[in-house]
């Protein structure tokens, strides 16, 4: 017999060994032939979203009964800004959802209160290419403007004096007077995935060498404010549709 014959010989031999000890009951069996399917483990959900990702996911899966509230609990950072939901929280393979407040890439694109500085020509092309998110384009054309023809009278008024003793006076009074509007108003929203905020920025110039930065009192006021709200109304929701479950502040 070939080898081919042997192997068919084989099968048909395990396949009556298998008929004859059918138990009672069962008519039919099936012999497949290939490799078989792998066996995997579990899968874990990790999900990160923004804030009310926990909320979302109770939300859409609490009327169908897909999680039990009891098994399961929020952990909630507000010094990073922060919400988890675990469930199943004795099951190594329980799903994970995270979400997190995230400075809106829109107040992030203006560097406000960051620090950094630009050149006002730099500053010029940013408010050019966002001027959507002015209260008034016509004043963002004309901050264009001005920046491009940016023009400073440096007033320097300079003290330095020595009277061989050890004593000695160093003084340097300037006065830098610009075209630059002191402030103008942006609307544009100030954590991502929430509504647009109203604020006041005003241009600030390095007197060193007048690069330009954009600061804003108020909106950092809001950030503050914000923060807590935004995080108190995702908590309100998540106990609306599961009224039992565990919160805890970290």
Not at 22 to 28: K, Q, S
Not at 150 to 179: M, P
Not at 222 to 237: A, F, G, Q, Y
């Amino acid at each position: 017999m070939t080898p081919e014959e042997v192997k068919k010989e084989v099968k048909r031999e395990i396949a009556e060994a298998m008929v004859n000890n059918l138990p009672a009951g069962v008519g039919e069996i099936i012999i497949r032939e290939g490799k078989a399917v792998e066996i995997h483990e579990p899968v874990k959900v990790v999900i990160s979203g923004t804030l009310d990702a926990a909320a979302r996911w109770l939300e859409t899966r609490m009327p169908l009964e897909m999680v039990n509230e009891k098994i399961c609990h929020i952990l909630v950072d507000r010094e990073n800004l922060s919400i988890s939901l675990q469930c199943n929280e004795n099951n190594h393979y329980g799903s994970l959802i995270s979400g997190k407040l995230i400075v809106s890439p829109e107040y992030e694109k203006f560097g406000i209160n960051s620090g950094e500085y630009m050149t006002n020509f730099e500053m010029a092309e940013l408010i050019k290419m966002n001027r959507s998110y002015f209260e008034n384009r016509q004043v963002a054309m004309k901050l264009v403007t001005e920046l491009q023809n940016f023009k400073a009278k440096v007033d320097k008024e300079l003290e330095n004096s020595n009277n061989n003793r050890g004593d000695r006076r160093i003084l340097v009074n300037q006065v830098v007077q610009s075209n630059l509007p002191e402030a103008f108003t942006l609307i544009i929203p100030l954590f991502k995935g929430t509504s647009k905020q109203t604020i006041q920025v005003e241009v600030y110039i390095n007197p060193s060498d007048f690069s330009c930065t954009l600061v804003s009192p108020e909106a950092n006021d809001l950030l503050e404010e914000m923060r807590d709200k935004e995080i108190d109304l995702v908590l309100e929701r998540i106990q609306k549709v599961c009224p039992h479950i565990v919160i805890i502040e970290k």
